[in-house]
Antibody, heavy 118, light 107 residues
Framework: EVHLVQSGAEVKKPGESLRISCKGSGYNFISYWISWVRQMPGKGLEWMGRVDPSDSSTNHSPSFQGHVTISVDESINTAYLQWSSLKASDTAMYYC???????????WGQGTLLIVSS | DIQMTQSPSSLSASAGDRVLITCRASQSISTYLNWYQQTPGAAPKLLIYGASTLQNGVPSRFSGSGSGTDFTLIISSLQPEDFATYYCQQSYRSPYTFGQGTMLEIK
């Protein structure tokens, strides 16, 4: 069975850095892209970008380009979402999801809640 | 970017009702359209991909149709567990944009 397990909730201050993770299991990790999706409190879903674990190539949404970095360590079946300088507006739930054929997102992590507050 | 617009934004219905949710793309996306269901506090769940293909394990009361710019999600007979928020998403071109969501509430 496919599982994506994300790292735990975080409380950070503005200006701090952070990396959250998404570990895949139950399938051939390098065969499927991983995307990150943001959901701000009470709002809808926003696609942030994706990584191809087979070659570490990435594609960031223009809305998030330059503010987050998506990466992968295929040796431990883990994708990452990273910020170098957090803002209060980064407060949200972040999901990772596996791309399947279309690509549709057929499996999702449980979400990582990030709160950024001074 | 391709804009996805869902209607209605919210909907009240009763168990047993037939419900339609529509999604319109700002340009043609062929059948690269997916539907997700999200219940409060949970991650989204894939219901339908390729506009009309039911994901494994999803009840047959859910169906999807459409191509080009106009798509529909139909729930043939609402069950209590179907009260949730539904999102469409285009997977035709990056960035893979979502609709704003349709909140389905109990009447």
């Amino acid at each position: 069975e496919v599982h994506l397990v994300q790292s735990g909730a975080e409380v950070k201050k503005p200006g701090e850095s952070l990396r959250i993770s998404c570990k895949g299991s139950g399938y051939n990790f390098i065969s499927y892209w991983i995307s990150w999706v943001r959901q701000m409190p009470g709002k809808g879903l926003e696609w942030m970008g994706r990584v191809d674990p087979s070659d570490s190539s990435t594609n960031h949404s223009p809305s998030f380009q330059g503010h987050v970095t998506i990466s992968v360590d295929e040796s431990i079946n883990t994708a990452y979402l990273q910020w170098s300088s957090l803002k209060a507006s980064d407060t949200a739930m972040y999901y990772c999801a596996r791309h399947y054929s279309s690509p549709e997102f057929d499996s999702w992590g449980q979400g990582t809640l990030l709160i950024v507050s001074s | 970017d391709i804009q996805m617009t869902q209607s209605p934004s919210s909907l009240s219905a009763s168990a047993g009702d037939r419900v339609l949710i529509t999604c319109r793309a700002s340009q043609s996306i062929s059948t690269y359209l997916n539907w997700y269901q999200q219940t409060p506090g949970a991650a989204p769940k894939l219901l339908i991909y390729g506009a009309s293909t039911l994901q494994n394990g999803v009840p047959s009361r859910f169906s999807g149709s459409g191509s080009g710019t106009d798509f529909t999600l139909i729930i043939s007979s609402l069950q209590p567990e179907d009260f949730a928020t539904y999102y469409c998403q285009q997977s035709y071109r990056s960035p893979y944009t979502f609709g704003q969501g349709t909140m389905l509430e109990i009447k």
